[in-house]
């Protein structure tokens, strides 16, 4: 297939839940592919109003990206997947509302992880992740809250020995920036994991959101870039992709790399 480059994205007003974006995917997952890749080039998306709009959207954020929708496109299941390979010092970024916190498994508790960092623009989705950890008992060694942007990490070299996304990277204002900075952070043996919006392989449905990307970024998708290849950014910033899985009709990938 042919390979796109995407253009510079306009800002976003940002002014709905992501709910829609997800909504778009349901009636047309079961239809039957373009490579697109993202390009190097800044989104467009202004990070002080992406700010300000996450802060308002914390409060009922994790109705959708932890509720049945979550379940019926399978991603429930690769998020607890994913958690259970993490390991030693887990670096995660965009941490939002902390949905992720319970899937930690803590050597306290038998498991592999020693600790985990977990930064955010948004002090509203950090406020919301703080309450979660305290409900779940989790302590000042376990995690550490930061509001960082994640183009411009605050951490040395090889800091980490897992580096978790999940859904954030269509965010961005520059992806394959964000994308680097992980990899510098993340130590030599270490892993990144990845669950995000992707384009397609299935060519109409690759159409259609190549054509709804910029409206449903605007209109109903807090900012994300739907049609963007998250393997094509990783590779880009010199990660090495060791798996590229698709699920709900290839909307969203699971994703694992190595610095």
């Known amino acids: 297939s042919p390979e796109h480059v995407l253009p510079n994205r306009p800002p976003s007003s940002l002014s709905f839940s992501r709910r829609n974006a997800l909504l778009a995917i349901v009636p047309t997952v079961a239809l039957g592919g373009a490579q697109v890749v993202f390009g190097d080039g800044e989104t467009g998306l202004d990070k002080a109003a992406l700010q300000g709009d996450y802060d308002r959207y914390s409060a009922d954020y994790e109705e959708l990206d932890g509720g049945p929708l979550a379940q019926l496109l399978g991603i429930s299941k690769a998020r607890a997947q994913m958690l259970s390979q993490a390991k030693g010092k887990v670096l995660e970024v965009g941490i939002g509302t902390g949905l992720n916190l319970p899937g930690y498994r803590f050597k306290s508790s038998g498991g592999d992880v020693d600790s985990v960092t977990g930064i955010d623009l948004s002090a509203g989705m950090l406020s919301q992740a703080s309450e979660k950890a305290r409900s779940l008992g989790l302590s000042t060694g376990q995690l550490q809250l930061k509001t960082m942007d994640v183009e411009n990490l605050a951490f040395a070299d090889g800091s980490f020995d897992t580096v978790i996304d999940t859904y954030s990277l269509c965010v961005f204002s520059n992806p394959v920036a964000a994308m680097r900075e992980i990899r510098r952070v993340c130590n030599k043996r270490g892993q990144v994991l990845l669950l995000e919006n992707s ?56 994703l694992e790399a190595r610095p």
């Open 199 to 254: 384009i397609s392989d299935v060519a109409p449905i690759a159409a259609y959101q190549r054509v709804t990307a910029p409206t449903v970024a605007k209109m109903g998708g807090k900012g994300c870039f739907y049609d963007q290849d998250p393997a094509a950014i990783a590779q880009a910033a010199g990660l090495t992709v060791t798996v590229n899985e698709p699920f709900a009709g290839g909307f969203l990938r699971r």
